[in-house]
């Protein structure tokens, strides 16, 4: 079964950083889609954080984000590297994808995702 597996979370300080890794795995020929980010804080919707392109190329969805998270990915892996955290930024955080290779200008219908890895910004 394909899935897709992140790892990485957990407690972080105010003003510290974490980074998350999301895989491929039970056949998943990862590399050949986009990969987005998304969190899901308690009480609030899911939202949609960043995506990053079979070829690489990032597109930031979120205004909160900007400046503090960046995404990355090689053969094996999408990262996703977070800076700056606030008590704000805890949420259970998911990757996905639509199996396209490329990402759309927002985000949209994900066909597979993560379980998700929680992260926790507390002092």
């Known amino acids: 079964q394909v899935q897709l597996v992140e790892s990485g979370g957990g407690l972080v300080q105010p003003g510290g950083s974490l980074r998350l890794s999301c895989a491929g795995a039970?056949?998943?020929?990862?590399?050949?889609?986009?990969i987005s980010w998304f969190r899901q804080a308690p009480g609030k919707e899911r939202e949609g954080l960043l995506c990053?392109?079979?070829?690489?190329?990032g597109t930031t969805y979120a205004d909160s984000v900007k400046g503090r998270f960046t995404i990355s990915r090689d053969e094996t892996k999408v990262s996703l590297q977070m800076n700056s955290l606030t008590p704000e930024d805890t949420a259970t955080y998911y990757c996905a994808t639509d199996m396209l290779d490329y990402c759309s200008d927002v985000p949209g219908p994900m066909d597979l995702w993560g379980k998700g890895t929680l992260v926790t910004v507390s002092s």
């Open positions: 990053i392109s079979m070829n690489g190329d």
């Open positions: 039970g056949g998943l020929i990862f590399e050949y889609y986009a």
